[in-house]
């Protein structure tokens, strides 16, 4: 068996970060983003593999995919999966789709309703495109917070017509988006979607009664990446002091 250290690569595995290792046989290995089988001689160090096409979607298209398959019922697990793809960049609109696309996926999962996921999770992608880029700044309207609005709308079947679903789809809105707001700026796609998502799930459990498994506790991994990352004043910093 030859290991290579991820030196030898862009990156280790997307899944874990841990090295690439190079078998001596080919086996059929479930593909961790889409499930599908595959022959196979590279998983990294703790077995995660990844198919070819997985390993080169866009970042909308590698939402979509993980989020129809995975059986996962924590929102933000699964967030924290998709921000370490690499089409996922440390900024950008992608997070008003991963948002909403994460909660669908996480909250038909544990009402075992995963045939309705699918199609809710498409609505969702063709709303969360018409949230541009910079949202939050532009508008005042951060799109992590719009997502869980989304979110709601698809799963209570809200329209503009509606009466309590429309009550608490804008209500949804209105909480990330309090909560997005007074943590202040400058802008952070990875904080603000912790946030929404926090936020969602327990608006759900104080409005619908449903209780989502959610990480107890966020360090983030990304704060490297981002220039204008707040650190110590940033909840989620690993060196946060409160
Ligand atoms: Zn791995
Ligand atoms: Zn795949």
Known sequence: MEKLDSENHKSGCLVCGRELVYHDTYESRECFYCKQSYETNVTCAAGHYICDSCHSLSAINIIRQFCDS????????????????????????????????????????????????KEKIEQAEKRAKQILGGFCGFYGDCGAAVG???????????????????????????????????????????????????????????????????????????????????????????????
């Not at 997070?95 to 909250?107: D, G, M």
């Open 70 to 117: 995975s059986e996962l019922t924590d929102p933000l697990r699964m967030a924290l999966i998709l921000m370490r793809h690499p089409a996922v960049k440390m900024h950008g609109p992608e997070h008003h789709f991963l948002v909403p696309a994460v909660l669908l996926a996480a909250y038909y999962n544990l009402t075992g309703e995963a045939a309705k996921k």
């Open 148 to 242: 869980t609005g989304i979110f709601l709308s698809l799963i209570t079947g809200a329209t503009p017509l509606s009466v309590d679903s429309w009550r608490l789809s804008n209500l949804m809105t209105a909480e990330s988006l309090r909560s997005v707001a007074l943590h202040g700026g400058p802008r952070c796609c990875k904080r603000n979607t912790y946030l929404a998502i926090l936020e969602a799930a327990r608006f759900l459990k104080e409005n619908l009664n449903i209780r989502m498994d959610i990480s107890s506790k966020i360090k983030c991994e990304f704060s490297p990446l981002n220039k204008e990352c707040l650190k110590e004043g940033c909840v989620f910093y690993s060196g946060y002091k409160g």
